[in-house]
């Protein structure tokens, strides 16, 4: 049985410093065990000093040093599918007492390091930390002397919150100031800053966001904003020639318009929901923008926005992904209008399109897009999650866009078609999947996905997707016969060759 090297290490620790283990470990060389307290986390990296004199000062040499609140709470974190995206419902789970307990050791373990390592220097330091109580006070002249004393040079920091986001307009206000304040006393942390992760706040004036995260904060590079804005329908203009931001992401924001004025060096930009009908994002000057994420539910009554017009501005983009999250589609039916922005597209994904929705409307923004080579689509049912306007009787309202008339399929550069969540007994997704086939020349592999991850909360449930949950074709036979079908000259006429790939939780078949 092969074992990873972390577990190799924790086994090691579990079974008192058996010689056998001591000596597996005790042949490689200092670099390599360093490599391997880095894959763990402190806390463990701390335990490891007791395995032998050896191993005694290595926790202390790591070149880079991650202090997270989650690694010292008594009962560990949920380790949720998308956990990373949706944290803040973890955070929320954590009694205080948890809390508090988690901060003490975080303290106890940031002075350990912090004051032994001043000979060193910590390449970068990842900091998870709660502003409560009066933690801030003793964490905050740890991290501030180690950076006056160049012991620390990168700081990821990351300010997490024990409120979901339901957060009270009044408690985020608040909780905007003790963060403000924690800068304000501790001013050296900013320029330091590489990442910053924030929760729950709602700065008083735009303004002050702005200077804070832009003015200060030279350094920064990737900035995520979890349900934090400047008030209730606010815009908030980014002008920032001088910054280094490469990445943005805002997740459940009540901002009405994020307007990225200049922003030089943004490579990715990530918004999962928004919760106003009015188009989310404005551009101007963004010439590094590569990839753009948009996922959002929409009520029954969105008017939709022009994708084409949000676009405007941002025409180097490669990689567009737009998630629907099972409802109605937020942009109105497009397709030639969208070719300046599609210039330079390499990679288009469509995710959350209710399963019982057509899906030739997409050929639509692969028509606009000849220079696509990755086209994929996922279809997406989760009773879970139904609307609460379906729950009351109305209707979902099928896309009522057009299927193009394919008038220069000749120029597609598509090599590669993805559906996930793939049934063939819904009809329209064999129908789809013919219709692609036969008029992208240059196409290789088609790849059918099952939906990977079952939904937990779907589990919870007891309810499966009704036309997805178990249709999946496993059998070699049943996935020949489709495969078949697909390549049906009698329907199929140029991209008969393109291999058909079925991929299944258990296995992957190519025909």
Same mark, same amino acid.
Request: proline residues 6%.
């Given at each position: ?14 079974? =008192? ?44 040499? *790591? ?25 803040? @419902? ?58 006056? =004393? ?39 942390? *900013? ?31 990737? *900035? ?49 929901? +928004? ?29 939709? @926005? ?54 030739? +409307? ?17 279809? @997406? ?30 120029? +597609? ?99």
């Amino acid at each position: 049985m092969a074992y990873s090297v972390p577990t190799l290490l924790l086994s090691s620790m579990e079974q =008192n410093n058996k010689p056998q283990e001591e000596d597996r470990l005790g042949a490689l060389t200092d670099d390599i065990l360093l490599s391997i307290l880095g894959s763990v986390d402190l806390a463990t990296a701390a335990r490891t000093s007791a395995l032998s004199t050896r191993w005694r000062s290595l926790p202390w040499l *790591l070149p880079e040093l991650n202090l997270h609140v989650r690694d010292f709470l008594p009962v560990p974190c949920p380790d949720y599918p998308l956990a990373a995206a949706l944290r803040i @419902f973890f955070y929320s789970k954590i009694p205080a007492q948890h809390i508090n307990q988690a901060m003490a050791s975080l303290t106890r373990a940031a002075r350990s390091f912090l004051r032994t390592k001043h000979s060193r220097t910590v390449t970068k330091m990842s900091l998870e930390i709660y502003l409560v109580g009066n933690y801030s006070h003793d964490i905050g002249p740890l991290v501030r002397d180690a950076i006056d =004393n160049g012991t620390v040079r990168e700081l990821d920091l990351t300010i997490a919150d024990d409120k979901d986001f339901r957060c009270k307009r009044a408690d985020m206000l608040q909780k905007a100031r003790v963060v403000d304040g924690f800068f304000s006393t501790y001013p050296n942390v *900013l320029p330091c800053l590489t990442r910053l992760h924030l929760y729950n706040l709602r700065f008083a004036e735009g303004d002050m966001l702005h200077h804070t995260l832009f003015d200060c904060c030279k350094q920064l590079q990737h *900035l995520s904003l979890d349900h934090c804005d400047a008030g209730d329908g606010s815009v908030w203009q980014i002008d920032a020639p001088s910054s280094g931001l490469r990445v943005l992401e805002l997740r459940y924001s009540y901002l009405k318009r994020l307007e990225v004025l200049c922003l030089p060096k943004l490579e990715l930009l990530r918004w999962e929901v +928004w919760l106003h009908n009015e188009t989310p994002l404005h551009f101007g000057s963004v010439p590094c923008l590569k990839e753009l994420f948009l996922l959002c539910g929409a009520d029954i009554d969105h008017p939709g @926005f022009s994708l084409s017009q949000l676009l405007d501005g941002a025409t180097d983009i490669h990689t567009l992904t737009l998630n629907f999250q099972g409802e109605k589609l937020w942009i109105q039916p497009e397709s030639r209008q969208l070719r300046a922005a599609f210039s330079k597209l390499k990679k288009l994904s469509i995710q959350g399109i209710y399963v019982e929705f057509d899906l030739l +409307w997409t050929i639509n923004l692969l028509e606009a897009a000849p220079t696509v080579e990755i086209f994929g689509v996922e279809a @997406f049912e989760h009773p879970c999650s139904v609307p609460f306007w379906v729950r009351v009787g109305v209707q979902r309202v099928q896309p009522s866009w057009k299927t193009p008339g394919f008038t220069s399929c000749s120029k +597609w550069q598509l090599r590669e078609l993805h559906v996930a969540s793939f049934s063939p007994l819904v009809g329209h997704h064999m129908l789809f999947v013919r219709e692609v086939m036969g008029r992208a020349p240059k196409l290789e592999t088609v790849l059918l996905k099952e939906n990977e991850e079952p939904c937990r909360k779907c589990e919870a449930m007891g309810a499966l997707p009704t036309p997805i949950g178990g249709m999946f074709p496993r059998g070699k036979d049943e996935q020949d016969a489709i495969a078949r079908q697909l390549r049906d000259k009698r329907i199929v006429s140029s991209s008969s060759a393109a291999k058909i790939v079925f991929k299944s939780i258990a296995s992957t078949v190519v025909f």
